[in-house]
């Protein structure tokens, strides 16, 4: 399931024959997305339409539209908890949102957060990681007692972030020229290890928890255009110890 800006729409992508096979027309700019597999359903941030689309995967069909009185950043389904999380950017909160009946359980401000956008969960550990464009902030969010827990600093232009759930270990893709990695140390404790300098307008990544190797692509290299993906061997050896 892809979503597609250009057009408005969320593609659906046989990945036998590797075609779009269905686009379905959706609310302005399609953006971050997110599998509720006990539920068949993908829900899909509209970020400009102010909206979340629910698409059930055993129809290829949206079956509802959740609306909010904010932007939407990227959406997040908790396994244990058997909820999406969604951000809502413009009043710096986070919505719950029930999967078995595609209604909002609550809204929570994300204290010391400005625009929230990009979100990854531990759920094993009940935490949200929140990126926090309007003041820089890596903000690490209790789903379990709904209070901010820890504040870091970013680089500019935050966008998609990633947790390697054996290493504990978080990953920030942003387009500035940096991938951010942060360590838990437990659940209540958080540390930045670096600001990993990477081409300017890397912001999405992707971690395998097994081998533990982060893959990025790139769209330039040195301001001209590229359209290739790197991939980073992580340094387990001491990086998680205080």
Same mark, same amino acid.
């Given at each position: 399931?892809?979503?597609?800006?250009?057009?408005?729409?969320?593609?659906?992508?046989?990945?036998?024959?590797?075609?779009?096979?269905?686009?379905?027309?959706?609310?302005?700019? $399609?953006?971050?997305?997110?599998?509720?597999?006990?539920?068949?359903?993908?829900?899909?941030?509209?970020?400009?339409?102010?909206?979340?689309?629910?698409?059930?995967?055993?129809?290829?069909?949206?079956?509802?539209?959740?609306?909010? %009185?904010?932007?939407?950043?990227?959406?997040?389904?908790?396994?244990?908890?058997?909820?999406?999380?969604?951000?809502?950017?413009?009043?710096?909160?986070?919505?719950?949102?029930? /999967?078995?009946?595609?209604?909002?359980?609550?809204?929570?401000?994300?204290?010391?957060?400005?625009?929230?956008?990009?979100?990854?969960?531990?759920?094993?550990?009940?935490?949200?990681?929140?990126?926090?464009?309007?003041?820089?902030?890596?903000?690490?969010?209790?789903?379990?007692?709904?209070?901010?827990?820890?504040?870091?600093?970013? %680089?500019?232009?935050?966008?998609?972030?990633?947790?390697?759930?054996?290493?504990?270990?978080?990953?920030?893709?942003?387009?500035?020229?940096?991938?951010?990695?942060?360590?838990?140390?437990?659940?209540?404790?958080?540390?930045?290890?670096?600001?990993? $300098?990477?081409?300017?307008?890397?912001?999405?990544?992707? =971690?395998?928890?097994?081998?533990?190797?982060?893959?990025?692509?790139?769209?330039?290299?040195?301001?001209? /255009? =590229?359209?290739?993906?790197?991939?980073?061997?992580?340094?387990?050896?001491?990086?998680?110890?205080?």
């Amino acid at each position: 399931y892809t979503s597609d800006w250009g057009e408005e729409k969320i593609g659906i992508v046989d990945l036998h024959s590797m075609t779009v096979v269905k686009r379905l027309a959706t609310a302005a700019k $399609p953006n971050g997305s997110t599998y509720a597999a006990p539920f068949h359903k993908v829900y899909v941030s509209n970020t400009l339409g102010k909206a979340v689309a629910v698409v059930d995967v055993d129809k290829d069909e949206i079956v509802k539209t959740i609306e909010f %009185p904010s932007e939407t950043g990227m959406p997040q389904y908790d396994s244990s908890a058997r909820k999406v999380y969604v951000n809502l950017r413009n009043t710096n909160e986070i919505a719950e949102i029930n /999967p078995a009946t595609d209604t909002l359980f609550e809204k929570y401000p994300v204290d010391g957060c400005q625009f929230n956008h990009g979100m990854a969960v531990d759920s094993e550990h009940h935490r949200a990681f929140i990126l926090c464009s309007g003041n820089r902030t890596f903000t690490v969010f209790a789903l379990d007692t709904h209070k901010s827990i820890a504040h870091l600093s970013l %680089p500019a232009g935050a966008d998609v972030v990633k947790f390697d759930t054996s290493l504990g270990r978080i990953y920030v893709a942003c387009s500035s020229g940096f991938i951010s990695v942060f360590q838990a140390q437990d659940a209540e404790h958080y540390r930045k290890l670096e600001d990993f $300098p990477v081409e300017k307008m890397v912001h999405s990544l992707a =971690v395998d928890s097994t081998s533990h190797r982060v893959y990025a692509p790139e769209q330039q290299e040195k301001g001209q /255009p =590229v359209a290739r993906m790197i991939v980073y061997e992580a340094i387990t050896s001491d990086r998680s110890k205080p």
